[in-house]
């Protein structure tokens, strides 16, 4: 039965372009996974084009009947980018899962939006090729919603964020047209590089359907150690240590601090006698190489380089896979303190290095101006300055306490040189940081180009901007 907020016939026109088993209404999108939001299928009408033509052709459609359009790709998104409300169709790259080409020699790999970063992963590692970037959600995060959040990830200090792993993009704008730059190649020097535009811009220009990126060597063995500091500063040493090695390839070097440690190691019964927990941050570090003998040799003697300059580090090598996955499992599983405190308000900020250690003593002293009971739990990608800050706190906050909390966590981002979004971008909940973190400038520019390209404000509306942007 059609929907009374939709124009008529418009649910028998849209099956006639996808086909009727893949559309789906009322009870049938209310059946589905939510993902991190329940408000993301709010709008009650989902599409499933099977290739780029049939998504083209719904944009027609919406665009001739004036219906937006919120496109859904794996809804592992933490800011309301994927939220829909009524009236409008989401449109779900679910069934563009195709892997079309991933060519060893070139080190590129073609694929639809909605692969998986997981299958991606899967489908390259009998080639020795890595994607090169690794999110815990890779099992569901797919590639179109990676490059349309910018997503980052724990390998973001080496080999960038997914802008920068991206060769080219197919995408439908919102007039209805295919923009194609399927480019395999890094050198290109030719006229304007619009696939940025589409990257990073939360699906508010358009939908991408297929991506070329390129890949790299994936290293034959890798070995993990946990490391309890004394200090920010002494982790920052130790990062700086493990990359200046010879013989060390890093490849990840993610932070805890001792209350999202504590959370996450009772919740998991993890303890080992080599770790002080009561330490106030942690360090967990991945090596890769040719032989696993040579790293766990190459961690030993990062450890006594470590020691050396900081006589109160624990350490603990991983012996074993499972004893590697049961210390990476500490970090990954923030599940956990979402158990613990359901729906507790987030924060994602980048800073450069050496402004973190005087940004978090200024934080912790701001939170305890405020309430002396909010304990910040922060973990992050300490090699590329990305923090995520939890609060112990369950649900929704008081209006006015959450403005002055986030006052707190943001007041200062911009000057020291950082980002108030890191990785997971804008959506709905982050349009008062944006603008109240960015240069005036940039923010009209941004409306400028929105403007031009969906003047209709056709795509994802609500999000990066309050209001639609004037033509």
């Known amino acids: 039965m059609a929907r009374s907020d939709l124009p008529e016939g418009f649910i028998e026109r849209l099956k006639s372009l996808v086909g009727e088993r893949n559309v789906r209404t009322g009870d049938e999108v209310r059946a589905m996974d939510p993902g991190w939001d329940p408000a993301n299928l709010g709008a009650g009408v989902l599409a499933r084009p099977g290739d780029t033509e049939d998504l083209a052709a719904v944009v027609r459609l919406c665009r001739e009947a004036g219906v937006s359009i919120v496109t859904h790709g794996g809804l592992t998104g933490l800011v309301g980018g994927a939220i829909s409300a009524e009236g409008q169709v989401i449109l779900s790259t679910a069934r563009l899962d195709a892997i079309e080409r991933l060519d060893p020699v070139e080190r590129t790999v073609v694929a639809g939006a909605g692969v998986t970063l997981q299958a991606l992963q899967e489908a390259a590692a009998p080639h020795g090729l890595d994607v090169g970037i690794d ?28 802008r920068h792993r991206v060769l080219g993009l197919e995408a439908v704008l919102p007039d209805g047209t295919i923009f194609n730059d399927l480019t395999r190649v890094v050198k290109t020097s030719a006229g304007y590089d619009l696939k940025h535009l589409l990257v990073g811009a939360e699906g508010t220009l358009g939908a991408i359907t297929r991506l070329a990126l390129k890949l790299d060597p994936m290293p034959h063995a890798r070995a993990s ?24 390839d890093l ?19 993890w303890a080992d006698p080599a770790i002080d927990l009561k330490a106030p941050v ?18 030993e003697t990062l450890f006594e380089a470590v020691l050396d300059r900081h006589p109160d580090v624990g350490g ?27 729906a507790a308000p987030s924060f994602d900020i980048s800073l450069p290095q050496s402004e973190i250690p005087a940004y978090l003593l200024r934080l912790e002293e701001d939170l305890a101006a405020i309430d002396p009971t909010l304990e910040p739990l922060i973990f992050g990608h300490l090699a590329d300055g990305n923090l995520h800050i939890i609060l112990n706190r369950p649900g929704s906050l008081d209006p006015d306490l959450r403005k002055r909390i986030e006052a ?3 007041r200062d981002i911009a000057s020291r040189g950082g980002s108030f979004s890191a990785e997971h971008g804008v959506g709905s909940k982050r349009i008062g940081a944006l603008r109240a973190t960015s240069d005036a400038r940039k923010l009209d520019l941004m409306g400028q180009i929105k403007a031009v390209l969906d003047p209709s404000n056709l795509f994802n509306p609500g999000k990066l901007f309050a209001e639609p942007p004037s033509s």
């Open 316 to 342: 603990l090598i991983a012996g074993s896979s499972l004893q590697e996955e049961e210390i990476w499992r500490l970090r990954e599983d923030t599940d956990l303190v979402y158990r613990a405190f359901p």
């Open 225 to 248: 150690a946990l490391l309890s500091l004394p200090s920010v500063d002494a982790v920052l040493d130790t990062i700086n240590i493990a990359i200046g090695m010879p013989g060390v």
């Open 135 to 162: 999110l815990p959600s890779r099992g569901t995060a797919t590639l179109g919603g990676m490059a349309s959040t910018n997503a980052g990830g724990v390998m973001a200090f080496r080999n960038g964020v997914m």
């Open 408 to 410: 707190a966590i943001y």
């Open 282 to 299: 942690f360090l967990l570090l991945t090596i890769g190489g040719a032989e696993h003998g040579d790293l766990q040799n190459g961690l």
């Open 251 to 269: 490849r990840a070097a993610e932070a805890m601090w001792r209350p999202f440690l504590t959370l996450t190691s009772k919740a998991l019964g």
